[in-house]
């Protein structure tokens, strides 16, 4: 299950405003010493994705992405997209807050 709350869908209006409504894609991201997170990006459909379409946009899910963690809920807070998932991203070390080699 994809919820997108009034607010980030407002955000997506604002942001697609006068421009090409393009989908977009809900995906892990796991870049740098930070560890895991979920991220947004403008993408095109392919063949293992699902696709819900909420208001005027489409939101594009990798269909193993989606089961290891629904339910996933965007929101907008102080300036940004904020994505909570059953997802464990893990937490960080206490000197960087990230976790892996970077710590050590």
């Known amino acids: 299950m994809l919820k997108v709350t009034a607010t980030a ?11 090409e ?3 977009v894609r ?3 991201a796991n870049q740098g010493c930070g560890g895991p997170s979920i991220g947004l990006a403008a993408d095109e459909l392919k063949e293992n994705d699902i696709c819900y379409e909420i208001g005027s946009v489409k939101y594009l899910v ?3 992405l989606m089961s290891d ?3 996933i809920e965007i929101d907008y807070k102080e ?6 998932s059953n997802l464990d991203l893990g ?3 206490s000197a960087c807050g990230t976790r892996g080699s970077c710590c050590n």
């Open 9 to 19: 869908q407002k955000e997506f209006d604002t942001e697609f405003k006068g421009k």
């Open 21 to 23: 409504v393009k989908p």
């Open 26 to 28: 809900i995906f892990l």
């Open 62 to 64: 990798n269909k193993k």
């Open 69 to 71: 963690a629904r339910p």
């Open 79 to 84: 300036g940004g997209f904020v994505i909570t």
């Open 91 to 93: 937490g960080g070390c």
